[in-house]
């Protein structure tokens, strides 16, 4: 009684159609003929790509998916590529020409440069946060200093000075605060006579 039970669910399994891959294409025969291939029948298999910048995620070129009692197996998909090649003053470490949809990466950034995220995730619409590599930025001006004893401040990073001896800032404070921004120092410390 079990065998016939079996027999017959395996008779009525439901076929798979036509996979639709975003991204993705079967292989040529079965993509320009598939009115004549599909559905196909449980235990069948098809192969299938993806397109440019898109990847498979297991990263092979050909996948080969089964039709099974739940659909297609694996799942086709066909995951976004985010390419490691263009960052401006930094690179991401490693041997990968991309990362796939999904995966997080961590860069670095020349001298002078600091990240301005610790890590980036590939996402369908590429990089996020998109990677940069920010200039640190040094200060220097007339009749006047830094109340800081470094001399490379981080991007946003606020900053007090102080006047020399007959000096002032423009509002006629002995002291002021300046932000480093990607244009520079705002706003630009002064330090004008009384």
């Known amino acids: 009684m079990i065998r016939i039970v079996n027999l ?11 996979p639709v891959i975003e991204n993705g294409r079967l292989s040529s025969s079965y993509e320009y003929n598939r009115y004549y291939y599909f559905p196909r029948r449980f235990g069948e298999t098809v192969d299938y790509y993806c397109l440019n ?33 263009e960052l401006e003053n930094g690179y991401f470490p490693g041997w990968n020409d991309f990362y796939k949809e999904g995966e997080r990466a961590r860069y670095v950034c020349h001298n002078d440069y ?17 990677p940069r590599c920010i200039r640190t930025s040094d200060i220097d001006f007339e009749n ?23 000096f002032v ?6 002291t002021g605060h300046t932000q480093c921004q990607e244009s520079g120092w705002t ?8």
Not at 66 to 78: D, F, I, L, R, Y
Not at 144 to 166: D, T
Not at 169 to 174: H, L, S, V
Request: proline residues 10%; contains cysteine; positive net charge.
């Open 114 to 130: 600091q990240a301005q995220h610790k890590e980036v995730t590939c996402t369908r619409n590429g990089w996020a946060p998109p």
């Open 144 to 166: 006047g200093y830094l109340n800081s004893r470094r001399a490379i401040f981080n991007l946003k990073e606020k900053v007090s000075y102080r006047c020399h001896i007959g």
């Open 53 to 85: 910048d898109y990847s498979t995620p297991t990263g092979a070129f050909w996948v080969r998916i089964t039709c099974s009692e739940m659909g297609w197996s694996p799942q086709p998909k066909c995951l976004k590529k985010c390419f490691v090649r």
């Open 169 to 174: 800032t423009p509002e006629g404070q002995e």
């Open 8 to 18: 017959i669910k395996t008779l009525y399994r439901k076929p798979c159609d036509y």
């Open 187 to 194: 706003p630009p410390p002064k330090c004008i006579s009384e």
